[in-house]
T-cell receptor, first 115, second 112 residues
Framework: DGGITQSPKYLFRKEGQNVTLSCEQN?????MYWYRQDPGQGLRLIYY???????QKGDIAEGYSVSREKKESFPLTVTSAQKNPTAFYLC??????????????FGSGTRLTVV | LAKTTQPISMDSYEGQEVNITCSHN???????ITWYQQFPSQGPRFIIQ???TKVTNEVASLFIPADRKSSTLSLPRVSLSDTAVYYC?????????????FGTGTRLLVSP
């Protein structure tokens, strides 16, 4: 079945460490996105990418970095510069060419906790 | 991007019909309206999408008036498993829904 896979589901990080969250999709979608969700809040956009080797900052990009070396993969690195990284991280993808698209397809998320 | 406004929370009982209204006064001509459902610790999932009038699928109905400045998600005969957060979004389908803006959504609680 096609979909988006995020790993790991739970991740613990010590303060001062970088950590990378994985996101892989086999939907042949062009665009991929990273969102952050805090308890009781909506989703906030961190980074997005429309094509391979290109990406743009979202609303809260500080302290995060991404890469898009392959169409299927869009890993997110939470750096030590991110002051409050504990949150639920969601990856999504969408097609840019299908006018019958149902918008975004989301992964199941990674819950990051700084200890 | 058009901003949306929806109630923060709603309560209902099993078997009742639930209607959640979303305001999007600045919706653009090319914008579609899409609703997502999110359970705790899961990613949002698509429920229904429409442009105008009424759309119905096996899960819900979406009512959109002629001026398109609002929309109403209708969930018939809700069950406990419909307890979730529901997000209303507008976006241009022609651009692949880049940078969709998720508000805080409507938290629906269904009780026995």
């Amino acid at each position: 079945d096609g979909g988006i896979t995020q790993s790991p589901k739970y991740l613990f990080r010590k303060e001062g460490q970088n950590v990378t969250l994985s996101c892989e999709q086999n939907l042949n979608h062009d665009a991929m996105y990273w969102y952050r969700q805090d308890p009781g809040q909506g989703l906030r956009l961190i980074y997005y990418s429309q094509i391979v080797n290109d990406f743009q900052k979202g609303d809260i990009a500080e302290g995060y970095s991404v890469s898009r070396e392959k169409k299927e993969s869009f890993p997110l690195t939470v750096t030590s510069a991110q002051k409050n990284p504990t949150a639920f991280y969601l990856c999504a993808s969408s097609t840019l060419s299908d006018r019958e698209s149902y918008g975004y397809t989301f992964g199941s998320g990674t819950r990051l906790t700084v200890v | 991007l058009a901003k949306t406004t929806q109630p923060i929370s709603m309560d209902s009982y099993e078997g009742q019909e639930v209607n959640i209204t979303c305001s999007h006064n600045n919706i653009a001509t090319n914008d579609y309206i899409t609703w997502y459902q999110q359970f705790p610790s899961q990613g949002p999932r698509f429920i229904i999408q429409g442009y105008k009038t009424k759309v119905t699928n096996e899960v819900a109905s979406l009512f959109i008036p002629a001026d398109r400045k609002s929309s109403t998600l209708s969930l018939p005969r809700v069950s406990l498993s419909d307890t979730a957060v529901y997000y209303c979004l507008v976006g241009d389908l022609n651009t692949g829904f880049q940078k969709l803006v998720f508000g805080t959504g409507t938290r629906l609680l269904v009780s026995p």
